[in-house]
């Protein structure tokens, strides 16, 4: 307990010494996330499509679910870890890792929905000789869209959140700001990245709130 009060009494007031590296490490976050969000997205749709049971093959249907499992057996700070000894320190690592984190989770649920339409309106198109490509288009991304979008906000949300955490282990970000106070107990600048990653939360959660209202 002293230790701790030692702590957490050094660690107030916060200091913004260093304001302009703290504001280059959260642009840094930023930017992990918003690339790791539209790369995770944009490779879910797919993955999404070959793990639905209702319209994929059976060999397929079992490769799209077995990458999903495979991206969401592993604690993203792991995954991180991996991708920093594989690319070394950086936001590139961070990207990788966020954007398996968001296959993992977008994935799952976005194949999940598929595998709750009507497929009457599938089978509609079949009988009438469309093609695989324009049952998928018109007949099933219609029904799927606002799932798809909400869960693009959220998976933008958590990795905001995420970013920070991978950062400790050298994935780029604040988070290596502060790894880097930690390791030479300058606590007041501790509380100043936390606070700041507090920020950073909030943020994330109020243009969340805003583009749900917006877009759904």
């Keep these: 307990m002293g230790r701790a009060a030692k702590i957490f009494g050094g660690a107030?007031?916060?200091?913004?010494a260093r304001a302009d590296l703290l504001i280059d490490g959260f642009m840094e976050s930023l930017k992990i996330a918003l690339l790791a969000t539209v790369a995770g997205v944009g490779l879910s749709i797919p993955i999404a499509f070959c793990a639905a049971r209702n319209i994929a093959p059976v060999p397929v249907y079992y490769m799209g679910r077995a990458v999903i499992i495979i991206a969401r057996s592993f604690h993203p700070v792991i995954v991180a870890i991996i991708f920093v000894k594989a690319v070394g320190f950086g936001p590139f690592a961070g990207v990788l890792t966020l954007t398996v984190y968001s296959v993992g989770f977008v994935a799952k649920l976005l194949a999940e929905r598929i595998?709750?339409?009507d497929f009457g309106q599938?089978?509609?198109?079949?009988?009438?000789?469309?093609?695989?490509?324009?049952?998928?288009?018109?007949?099933?991304?219609?029904?799927?869209l606002a799932r798809q979008i909400g869960l693009s906000i959220y998976q933008l949300d958590s990795n905001l959140r995420t970013s920070a955490v991978v950062g400790l282990v050298g994935a780029g970000g604040i988070g290596i700001i502060l790894q880097g106070a930690i390791d030479t107990f300058n606590w007041p600048e501790v509380s100043t990245v936390l606070l700041t990653i507090l920020a950073f939360v909030i943020l994330g959660e109020i243009v969340s709130m805003y583009l749900?209202?917006?877009?759904l």
């Design 122 to 144: 599938v089978e509609a198109m079949r009988a009438a000789g469309a093609p695989y490509l324009s049952t998928l288009i018109y007949a099933i991304a219609p029904q799927i």
């Design 115 to 117: 595998e709750e339409i």
């Design 12 to 16: 107030f007031p916060p200091s913004f």
């Design 212 to 215: 749900r209202k917006r877009i």
